[in-house]
Nanobody
């Protein structure tokens, strides 16, 4: 049974930082590309960042330079370090695991709220 569990969300002031984690079970984590997405209720899901099985990374323009994605294959965990948070970063953040461009394993999401 595949499971992705996100954690680390919460309430933070503008300019603050959070680190999200997503821990996987039931998959051979090291072979998967792992992505982070976010979604504001009523809006489309938005790509945030990706990390390949070899550690290559890419980011959405809105998060480049502020967010860092990383992974620990031994712990089957992918991280999203979020710095310099803005009001617009408020969303539910989801991780997803993919092979050959198909992302069919998703977590339940963790809420990030940026508010003063």
């Amino acid at each position: 049974q595949v499971q992705l569990v996100e954690s680390g969300g919460g309430l933070v002031q503008p300019g603050g930082s959070l680190r999200l984690s997503c821990t996987a079970s039931g998959i051979t984590f090291s072979i998967y590309t792992m992505n982070w997405y976010r979604q504001v209720p009523g809006n489309q899901r938005e790509f945030v960042a990706t990390i390949t099985r070899l550690g290559g990374t890419n980011y959405a323009n809105s998060t480049k330079g502020r967010f860092t994605i990383s992974r620990d294959n031994a712990l089957k965990t992918v991280y999203l370090q979020m710095n310099s948070l803005k009001f617009d970063d408020t969303a539910i953040y989801y991780c997803a695991a993919g092979l050959r461009g198909i992302y069919d394993q998703w977590g339940q999401g963790t809420q990030v709220t940026v508010s003063s």
